[in-house]
């Protein structure tokens, strides 16, 4: 049932949006692409690291058509806790699969998507690849209040999938604000604050989200661009007492400090 709510509730906000949205000059009407690779010191999935706190290397690729875009993001994982000995089956892999389009209605540009997440394996005598691989539904929203300076907010829907996810609600919202340039160097100060609230079902009983059914998430740092090459300087922290969550996933969402860096090829 929230499955169907969530695919109705989508598509007629793609056809409110389509028929609002700027019509797009012959010029805007092109294909586009574009190619980054990306090195971090941790990958954290909503505030909870994915790679045991360790580091990570990924890929995005795009290719976009007027409003609509393709995008395909590919990454290093290891979400089990070395401490415990206990493996959840996800990695080495995550492949994400990204369709949607990039309206915009007035001031505000939209962002409406569907995801689908596909992770490698571990044990595979456990599950398969397609058993914890999922899919999720992006409804996204900014706004430029004034010169330098973006507000948005997101919403992610996940159906309920059996093994692989049960039914979870996820809200954001960020800002962005430009800081003065100094030399070759441009900086951006950006922040996120999200709250993930997710069912339960007959695998997860007490809780999606490392044995919990709600928590809140942020984050906060500084991107620094420099050409096509760019350097991220972040803080990230969760509302999850670890102490309550089974001691399987200890230390992977407590407040840490994250450092990435990268480069854009394309175009």
């Given at each position: 049932m929230f499955g169907r709510k969530v695919t109705g509730g989508l598509f007629a906000a793609g056809l409110a949006m389509l028929a609002t949205a700027n019509v797009a000059s012959a010029e805007e009407r092109q294909f586009g692409y574009s190619l980054t690779i990306t090195g971090a010191s941790d990958y954290l999935f909503r505030g909870i690291s994915y790679t045991n706190n360790s580091p990570t290397a990924n890929v995005y690729q795009e290719v976009t058509y007027g409003?609509?875009?393709?995008?395909?993001?590919?990454?290093?994982?290891?979400?089990?806790?070395?401490?415990?000995?206990?493996?959840?089956?996800?990695?080495?892999?995550?492949?994400d699969i990204y369709l949607g389009i990039r309206p915009t209605t007035g001031p505000v540009s939209w962002d409406l998507a569907a995801f689908y997440y596909l992770y490698g394996n571990h044990a595979p005598t456990k599950n398969s690849v397609f058993d914890t691989s999922y899919l999720e539904f992006k409804i996204g929203a900014t706004t430029t209040l004034r010169q330098g300076l973006t507000v948005g907010a997101t919403v992610w829907l996940t159906p309920d999938q059996g093994y692989a996810a049960t039914d979870n609600i996820s809200v954001e919202g960020t800002v962005a604000y430009d800081l003065p340039k100094y030399g070759v160097f441009a900086p951006q100060f950006t922040a996120l604050v999200g709250w993930s609230n997710s069912g339960t079902n007959s695998t997860y009983t007490d809780g999606y989200w490392l044995g919990q059914q709600e928590y809140a998430y942020w984050n906060a740092g500084v991107k620094v661009n420099v050409d096509?090459?760019?350097?991220?300087?972040?803080?990230?922290?969760?509302?999850?007492?670890?102490?309550?969550?089974?001691?399987?996933?200890?230390?992977?969402?407590?407040?840490?400090?994250?450092?990435?860096?990268?480069?854009?090829?394309?175009?």
């Open positions: 409003i609509a875009y393709l995008g395909l993001w590919t990454s290093t994982i290891n979400y089990k806790n070395s401490d415990t000995g206990y493996e959840s089956g996800l990695g080495p892999w995550e492949q096509k090459y760019f350097m991220d300087f972040r803080y990230s922290g969760t509302s999850i007492d670890e102490n309550n969550a089974g001691g399987l996933y200890k230390g992977l969402a407590d407040d840490r400090f994250v450092f990435s860096a990268g480069v854009n090829l394309l175009p």
